[in-house]
């Protein structure tokens, strides 16, 4: 079982509707969770952060992490061609020495106008 | 200010041959790790640096080094090329553990 899953897509979606995102993970000792936006040909970019459980919101985007369940989400409202990217997840739990993140394989969405 | 950058963009190297990768981060950040891309995965921990000593190491072959220069710019190096170290190799600098600031990394071809 890998560490981390991602359901790579491709996830297509008209503009305006929510995008639900999801990863799931098996080490529970995972305390930080994060989430990178990579566009074609570009690094991945720092969308979200969220550490332990709860519920974490910018503008239109909302994290949420069930650490019971060991599943996280990302959800984007008001959804933007502009968006139209790889999602990555990404996980950590910093009790290491190393800073050491594990990513999942990302998820294609298209957001079609 | 200037983000992460890479050098350099694209590579194309032969199997068997060395490569050298390199990298400026953020000014002011002192932890510098490296990342493994390949087509259609997530980035796959390499190296980590922090004030020019390793913190970490992957599971990858001795065959990739690195190190970091008092300037905190870093270098990553791939002796002995193989096919499938084809990918992209990704950068990033951090200031807090967690939140990486990525360059747009380093696209390597081995033929």
């Known amino acids: 079982q890998k560490e981390v899953e991602q359901d790579p897509g491709p996830l297509s979606v008209p503009e305006g509707a929510i995008v639900s995102l999801n990863c799931t993970y098996s080490?529970?000792?995972?305390?930080?969770f994060m989430w990178y936006r990579q566009y074609s040909r570009k690094g991945p970019e720092l969308l979200m952060y969220?550490?332990?459980?709860g519920n974490k919101e910018d503008g239109r985007f909302t994290a949420q992490v069930d650490k019971s369940s060991k599943y996280i989400s990302l959800f984007i409202r008001d959804s933007q061609p502009s968006d139209s990217a790889t999602y990555l997840c990404?996980?950590?739990?910093?009790?290491?020495?190393?800073?050491?993140?594990?990513f999942g394989k990302g998820t294609r969405l298209h957001i079609l106008p | 200010d200037a983000g992460v950058t890479q050098s350099p963009t694209h590579l194309i190297k032969t199997r068997g041959q060395h490569v050298t990768l390199r990298c400026s981060p953020i000014?002011?950040?002192?932890?510098v790790s490296w990342y493994q891309q390949v087509l259609g995965q997530g980035p796959q921990f390499i190296f980590q640096?922090?004030?020019?000593?390793?913190?970490g190491r992957g599971n990858f072959p001795d065959r990739f080094s690195a190190r970091q220069f008092p300037n905190y710019s870093s270098e990553l190096n791939v002796n002995a090329l193989l096919l499938g170290d084809s990918a992209l190799y990704l950068c990033?600098?951090?200031?807090?553990?967690?939140?990486?600031?990525f360059g747009n990394g380093t696209r390597l071809t081995v033929t």
């Open positions: 990033a600098s951090s200031l807090d553990r967690w939140a990486l600031h």
């Open positions: 080490n529970s000792a995972f305390q930080y």
């Open positions: 969220t550490y332990s459980s």
């Open positions: 990404a996980m950590s739990d910093l009790m290491n020495r190393d800073d050491k993140i594990i």
């Open positions: 000014s002011g950040h002192k932890s």
């Open positions: 640096y922090y004030e020019k000593e390793e913190r």
